[in-house]
């Protein structure tokens, strides 16, 4: 028996709808820039450049419809609603004809983010942890099974904010489909089983504040609610 010097922290894992069972988190890997009008907004360009990654830590999870607690150093929290992707089989150099063999299901998800500190790291070109990788950041769904609901590439995924609409797009939106993310991504890292991809957002991001009720949404996968507290 292994014994270790203190206590290892529990894995970090998400719900799985209609299961008394949870997925294990290993890795969560982030696409930017992934629909044309949300580059647009950002100032990039929608062209299909290669797409590029950054990554947001497993215990960042906030699952069970538990409150998102607004960040301490930050005065501009934005909200960027995502469909997770979740592999039960990993690999390096994924061929794109069998990357969809990859996925064992489907959530919703919020890829929160400090966007004041983040364009702090952009102006210095220092790397974005400290605007997209902290605590509570990635407030999550239940996960269903593809092999209940299949692959979702058409449908609509939007965000609501106290009721009133933020972000709405189609999956069908997206400049890199699910198939080639896996298969990009995998000649970059070695995937693995319990790996989770955020697939990108849609227009509209913008400002929470304390008090503010989410609700997402992805046509065929589920719901998401949160709290700012």
């Known amino acids: 028996m292994t014994k270790y010097v203190i206590e290892p922290a529990p ?4 719900p799985i709808r209609g299961s008394n ?6 890795r969560v890997y982030c696409v930017g820039r992934n629909y044309a009008a949300h580059t647009i907004e950002m100032g990039g360009d929608p062209d299909r450049e290669v797409p590029f990654f950054f990554q947001k830590n497993p215990d960042n999870l906030v699952t069970g419809g538990a409150d998102f607690p607004y960040p301490d150093k930050s005065n501009d ?25 990859h996925v064992w299901g489907y959530g919703v ?9 983040q ?8 790397p974005w942890e400290i605007g997209k990788a902290f605590d509570h950041s990635v407030p999550a769904s239940d996960l269903v ?6 692959h979702p590439a058409n449908g609509a995924i939007w965000l609501k904010v106290n009721g009133e609409m933020r972000q709405q797009g189609d999956l069908n939106h997206m400049i890199w489909k699910v198939p080639e993310m896996i298969a990009y991504l995998s000649g970059l890292f070695t995937l693995a089983p319990g790996d989770l991809i955020l697939s990108g957002t849609p227009s509209g991001v913008g400002p929470v504040k304390r008090g503010d009720e989410l609700e997402g949404h ?12």
């Not at 069972?21 to 290993?26: C, D, S």
């Not at 099974?145 to 299949?150: F, H, K, L």
């Open 218 to 229: 992805v046509d065929g996968v589920g719901d998401l609610h949160c709290k700012v507290v």
């Open 119 to 126: 364009g702090q790291c952009k102006e210095k070109r220092h």
């Open 77 to 101: 929290v934005h909200h960027e609603i995502e469909m997770i992707v979740a592999l039960h089989k990993g690999g390096a150099n994924i061929p794109l004809e069998t990357a969809l063999d």
């Open 145 to 150: 099974p593809a092999s209940e609901i299949g």
């Open 21 to 26: 069972k949870r997925f294990p988190v290993r």
């Open 11 to 14: 894995p970090a894992s998400l």
């Open 109 to 117: 998800g919020l890829d929160m983010t400090r966007r004041d500190l």
